[in-house]
């Protein structure tokens, strides 16, 4: 199936431990991207490459790195991770036009606890 | 920057019943527009979209006009079933440098009875 893949799905863990979410897309798209949806279901953007380069970072704190590997595959690292971190994070990737219309899909999201 | 508003509702409809969830943007130059469903559990799938003025964006009995002059992308069904309860995001991307980000608004849960 042609589609954007997480994983973990679920993600709990312990405070202070580091943690990595793995996203891969098979859509030929040259650029990925992590959304964070807090308890509210609000969405944020964090992150964004396109062919590999960091193009977008949302006031994040650095205790979390992306890692673009290659243009399918976006990583998120998250360290010493802390109560606030959780929540479900959506991947996403979409096909860069260089115009106004940017169509992202989205992946079925991964969702953290931190206890 | 860009912003998106919209009913935060909770919004409880009967099944049939006309649905209506408001959305204004502010944004720079011209963004394209899109409204996004999340249904239970699941990740978000992009429900419809405009890409300019007056265009009409429309999927599954949903409808949703961009007005320029308004500044609005309301969306719209006729008839509401059980299984479109889900959570609704209105959303643009901007255009030029900024069209790589997806500016979300904060999302309206829909729940509908039978």
Redesign the interface.
Known sequence: DTAVSQTPKYLVTQMGNDKSIKCEQNLGHDTMYWYKQDSKKFLKIMFSYNNKELIINETVPNRFSPKSPDKAHLNLHINSLELGDSAVYFCASSQATGGSYNEQFFGPGTRLTVL | GNSVTQMEGPVTLSEEAFLTINCTYTAT????L?W?V?YPG?????LL?A?KADDKGSNKGFEATYRKETTSFHLEKGSVQVSDSA?Y?CAL????GS??????G??T?LTVNP
């Open positions: 130059g011209y963004p394209s899109f996004y999340q699941e990740g978000l799938q992009l979209k890409t959570v995001f991307t901007g255009s030029g069209n790589y980000k997806l500016t979300f904060k999302g849960l």
